[in-house]
Structure formats: C-alpha cells, structure tokens
C-alpha cells in the first residue's frame, strides 16, 4: 500500500551536511519518521511530523537536524548540518497510516519502512 524510497546518503567529512530525501507513494496524510541504526545500538527515532506538520526531534541532533515535508511531491527531507563521526548510521525513512497526540519515536508506531541509506561521518 505504501512505498517509501530513500536518497542522500554518503560518506562526508566531519562538520560537512547532508541532505536525506524520501519519496512515499500509495498513501497521503502519512506520519512520517527518520530512524538510525548504528551497530551495536538499537534502532532510535531522530525526528518526526504529524499529518498536520507537527514536529519532534531526538533530544541529540536538535539544532543539528531539521525535518521538512513537502506535501505536493509527497517527500520527507531530513536536513542534517554539522554531521559528527557518531551521527554514522544507517538511516531509515518511516511511516505510518494514524499517528498519536504527539509526533512518535518509536520504531513500533510504523509500519512501513524505506530501504535504509548509509551515513558515514569521518573525523
């Protein structure tokens, strides 16, 4: 029913940016995400928006990071400055049909799942 499809990913220099792009189909209203997943660690919620573009963000990347959605192409973005060797990760774009009373970071709460786009930040 819905399809999300990731880009952007990378290898960059430490303080470099990067911008991650998803492109969601079969569905309109969606709760959108981004996840990462480093090794070792468990998958944690960087950011996300409600239907009505409410938005939160993991405590660690605020200021950092910025989400933004653009309703017409359907595209998640996820803006990331000042990229740091711990933001390595494997990235994952989310999404989910019913969101909650505020914007969820929880891997639990999707149910549909980008590929995942590789972030290598070197120091």
């Known amino acids: 029913q819905v399809q999300l499809v990731e880009s952007g990913g990378g290898s960059v220099q430490a303080g470099g940016s990067l911008r991650l792009s998803c492109k969601a189909s079969?569905?309109?209203?969606?709760?959108m995400a981004w996840f990462r997943q480093a090794p070792g660690r468990e998958r944690e919620g960087v950011a996300a928006?409600?239907?009505?573009?409410?938005?939160r963000y993991e405590d660690s990347v605020k200021g950092q990071f910025r989400l933004s959605k653009d309703n017409a192409e359907n595209t998640l973005y996820l803006q990331m400055n000042s990229l740091k060797p711990e933001d390595t990760a494997m990235y994952y774009c989310?999404?989910?049909?019913?969101?909650?009373?505020?914007?969820?970071?929880?891997?639990?709460?999707?149910?549909?799942w980008g590929q995942g786009t590789q972030v290598t930040v070197s120091s």
């Open positions: 989310a999404a989910a049909l019913r969101g909650h009373y505020v914007p969820s970071l929880a891997p639990y709460d999707y149910s549909y």
């Open positions: 928006i409600h239907s009505d573009g409410t938005k």
């Open positions: 079969g569905a309109s209203n969606l709760y």
